[in-house]
């Protein structure tokens, strides 16, 4: 894997883990997922292919994100409104 790149994949994969410890299905699982998906494509070498895995990969940071938020939201939602 080519060096700049190798710096973008860790950060991405710390940034993933990091994301993970709150994951519904809990952080075991999503850290098992994560250390599977990386580790499959480790063998990848074409920098175009990894500049698309890394895309994948925050996007999926973004939904991440977004789904903690919409948690948080509907806590916040229950405890101060009626339905």
Known sequence: MANPLRAEVVRLYKNLLYLGREYPKGGDYFRDRLRAAFTK???????????????????????????????????MKKRYYEE
């Open 41 to 75: 494509n480790k063998s990848v070498e074409d920098p175009e292919q990894i500049k698309a895995m890394i895309a994948r990969g925050e996007y999926v940071v973004r939904e991440l994100e977004a789904l903690y938020y919409l948690r948080k939201y509907r806590a």
